[in-house]
């Protein structure tokens, strides 16, 4: 909870036009863009995406503007964050307008999509060594094809294969 409440005070209101309508939304109704395939906490996120129609978008960001809100015309590279997000962040849909149709990927398989996504360290987040047999596990979203889990050697894990039937 107060993490939540930090991302919400930190961060700055901008609202995204463009005049030629071609942000798309999607079944995720907010969306954080990832990098390099991995979802990063809401802390750490340059941006929280809120596609509301083909001509805005309500980004959270966390470069300040010197304002709390501002409207502004969206940028190319913001349009393509946009595009990216959705592609990458939708459950199962992607909405457009009939403008838009001839954007949509016509051929491309989205064989990717949001997965869950661990890893054990032997470090902690804050940087601090756990001492063998213990570890750390990050849970994190991750753009996959599947789960993307990869445990430690040191049998402190039970493996769970039927969670490939979800994926």
């Known amino acids: 909870m107060w993490e939540a409440a930090d991302v919400m005070t930190t961060r700055s209101i901008e609202a995204w036009d463009d005049p030629e309508g071609t942000f798309w939304t999607c079944d995720a109704p907010l969306l954080v863009p990832f990098r390099k395939n991995k979802g990063p906490s809401l802390l750490a996120a340059p941006h929280i995406l ?99 889990v990869a445990f430690c050697d040191q049998e402190l894990h039970v493996d769970a294969p039927a969670m490939w039937e979800y994926a």
């Open 50 to 148: 809120w596609p509301v129609t083909p001509h805005r978008v309500v980004a959270l960001t966390n470069e300040p503007s010197g304002q709390k809100a501002i409207t502004r015309l969206a940028t190319p590279k913001e349009r393509g964050l946009v595009r990216h997000a959705i592609e990458q962040g939708r459950e199962r849909w992607i909405f457009a307008s009939p403008e838009q149709k001839d954007r949509l990927p016509k051929t491309k398989k989205f064989g990717r999509r949001t997965q869950m996504r661990m890893r054990c360290s032997q470090w902690t987040p804050h940087g601090l060594y756990v001492e063998p047999p213990g570890c750390c596990v990050e849970q994190a979203d991750g753009f996959s094809a599947g789960p993307d």
